[in-house]
């Protein structure tokens, strides 16, 4: 059974940081390309990043709203994907969920997303 | 950036209609776009990749067309289940956008 499972979600300050990790298994995780998606509540999906695999590069792409803020990094040793977050506004209060990407549907044999982790920004 | 605009944003419909949502990029993106279906509380699930390859287990029902610039999702005979939002996303070059989405609510 495929899964994703996101963890280090939370409440932080204004200013603060966090680091979410999303563990997968049921797939070979080391030929997959990984994304972060993030859902303020009630409003739509916003891409955040993704890391390529080694194999193509291990290179990361950011949204202009996190860029220089948000790292994205993976272990493929442990099968995890991590996204570390600094200087945490309002703004990015949202679901985080971690999902494969297209570009390698047919190489991991579909499409997976992990169940979200709510991150609260609030004073 | 590539931009991605959907619409309509709300849609109203009843069970058995025939409905289209229509997603348009800033530029052209040969047919490098996924549609997605999101049900309350739940992660997205994909539908349609490569704006018209139904993704493995996705009712026939569903359809996606389009390239270049313009992109149609269509949805045949609706049933209850399909009521949920619906979201475009580029996939020609980072950032990745999705479009704003279209809530389809039964009528």
């Known amino acids: 059974e495929v899964q994703l499972v996101e963890s280090g979600g939370g409440l932080v300050k204004p200013g603060g940081s966090l680091r979410l990790s999303c563990a997968a298994s049921g797939f070979t995780f080391t030929n997959a390309w990984m994304s972060w998606v993030r859902q303020a509540p009630g409003k739509g999906l916003e891409w955040v990043g993704r890391i390529k695999s080694k194999t193509d590069g291990g290179t990361t792409d950011y949204a202009a709203p996190v860029k220089g803020r948000f790292s994205i990094s993976r272990d493929d040793s442990k099968n995890t994907l991590y996204m570390e977050m600094i200087s945490l506004t309002t703004d990015d209060t949202a679901t985080y969920y971690c999902a494969t990407e297209t570009a390698t549907l047919k190489v991991v044999g579909g499409d997976y997303w992990g169940q979200g982790i709510l991150v609260t920004v609030s004073s | 950036d590539i931009q991605v605009t959907q619409s309509p944003s709300f849609l109203s419909a009843s069970v058995g209609d025939r409905v289209t949502i229509t997603c348009r990029a800033s530029?052209?993106?040969?047919?490098?776009l996924n549609w997605y279906q999101q049900r309350p509380g739940n992660a997205p699930k994909l539908l349609v990749y490569?704006?018209?390859s139904l993704q493995s287990g996705v009712p026939s029902r569903f359809s996606g067309s389009g390239s270049g610039t313009d992109f149609i999702l269509t949805i045949d005979s609706l049933q209850p289940e399909d009521f949920a939002t619906y979201y475009c996303?580029?996939?020609?070059?980072?950032?990745?956008?999705f479009g704003q989405g279209t809530k389809l609510e039964i009528k």
């Open positions: 490569v704006a018209s």
């Open positions: 996303q580029q996939t020609h070059s980072p950032p990745r956008t």
């Open positions: 530029q052209s993106i040969s047919t490098y």
